[in-house]
């Protein structure tokens, strides 16, 4: 049975939700599901904005055949040619061989690359700028080149002020029946989603993210539809502030984030004790174990905080693994202006500390905070007085 949502009048939700695939895009943990957003619009002209995942191709197909009822789709809008927006597209050219694909030139060529589309189907190529009138509403295209794909580009409804927004605005999580964020408590229950889906996918293109929220501020926006995540009709002032504060690498919450890599529970110990000098100091402290927790949870968790903890056994002659590996990933995702502080662990060379270093120099505006605090095996006595006077380095930064 079909499942459709009312935006407006004739605006309809016809994406779909997934609550079965463990990861999305093979990496990221959705134990909430995901949801692929698409918009049909209904006037003289109908337009469909953008498909879904092969994972919901059905009930997607289902949604639009049941929206239209038996009238003909005229156009249908490209924003984003990642296959989880893109993949029922060779199934709608096939089912509704009338359409016309509206995108911009370089999504077309990567198109070509994906899908072998009949050569029949009618192709309408836009710039920056160019408006498309289908009746009542009259539908703008404005290029946002790496957000985060080079060929995204999003649509401004100028007769309702409605932006759809294509990957910008998203979060991780299914709709379990809302569709608008202000059905839900969104701070609450759905801001560190959002955080976790901005930085792990986005969050390498700030600058970007910028350049676009520049063009958004210049249009009269009423209403947002993401790809992922809920529409915004109300208050949506609230996810850009977020925007901005991430995509300007500015941090949410001054406190420090710990993240450890442990092979014995030493350097968790020497961590551990960090973060009690830290709160006897009056200092929020997050801690996070980086052999359990995910590497993209502590992508996002860098962006949130101020000041940032990176505790690391020597494995190998080289970072304990895991802890490598989320420092490797915070790096990818172009971290800055952070305050950094390192603690090392090693039984006959402890080389940790120096290769996070070196890892976390890559970025900019990262200042490093104190000695590093190096362990040899476990935390003896004459170690507790480095690991305080950390804790004082870093409440001096304060």
């Not at 649509?155 to 998203?170: K, N, R």
Request: aromatic fraction near 10%; charge should be negative; include cysteine.
């Amino acid at each position: 049975m079909h499942c459709i949502k009312k935006i407006t009048d004739n605006l309809l939700w016809v994406g779909a939700n997934d609550r079965r695939t463990a990861l999305f895009e093979g990496i990221y943990d959705i134990p909430d599901g995901m949801a692929y957003n698409s918009y049909l619009l209904m006037d003289e002209k109908t337009v469909l904005f953008d498909t879904v995942d092969k994972s919901v191709r059905s009930q997607f197909l289902e949604n639009v055949a049941a929206t239209l009822n038996g009238k003909p789709l005229d156009y249908m809008v490209i924003h984003h040619l990642e296959p989880d927006h893109s993949a029922t597209l060779e199934a709608i050219c096939t089912t509704y061989p009338e359409v016309t694909l509206v995108s911009n030139a370089k999504s077309f060529a990567f198109m070509a690359q994906f899908f072998d589309i009949d050569s029949k189907i009618k192709k309408l190529e836009v710039k920056e700028g160019e408006a498309l009138c289908i009746g009542v509403h009259n539908l703008k295209f404005v290029l946002a080149p790496m957000v985060h794909w080079p060929e995204v580009m999003v649509t401004f409804d100028e007769t309702t002020g409605t932006l759809f927004s294509a990957d910008a605005f998203g979060g991780f999580g299914a709709l379990n029946g809302a569709i608008f964020a202000d059905e839900v408590d969104w701070l609450r229950d759905y801001l560190d989603e959002s955080r976790r889906y901005y930085t792990n996918i986005v969050g390498k293109y700030g600058p970007q993210v910028q350049a676009l929220l520049a063009k958004a501020a210049g249009l009269d926006i009423k209403m947002i539809c993401p790809l992922h995540g809920f529409v915004w009709r109300k208050n949506f002032g609230e996810i850009i502030k977020y925007y901005k504060l991430w995509s300007a690498y500015e941090p949410e919450e001054q406190g420090v984030m710990i993240a450890y890599g442990s092979i014995y529970g030493n350097t968790e110990n020497a961590a551990e004790l960090l973060s009690c000098h830290l709160r006897d100091m009056g200092i929020r402290t997050v801690m996070f174990d980086a052999s359990v927790t995910p590497a993209p949870r502590i992508v996002a968790e860098s962006f949130k905080w101020s000041h940032l903890v990176f505790a690391a056994a020597t494995y190998n002659n080289s970072i304990f693994t895991k802890m490598d590996n989320a420092i490797t990933d915070v790096v990818a995702h172009n971290i800055q202006n952070r305050k950094v502080a390192l603690i090392e662990n090693g039984s006959w060379v402890a080389a940790s500390g120096k290769l996070m270093r070196q890892k976390l120099e890559a970025c900019k505006g990262i200042e490093f905070i104190g000695e590093t605090v190096s362990i040899k095996s476990a935390v003896k006595q004459e170690d507790l007085a480095q690991i305080k006077a950390l804790a004082q380095a870093i409440k001096n930064t304060f």
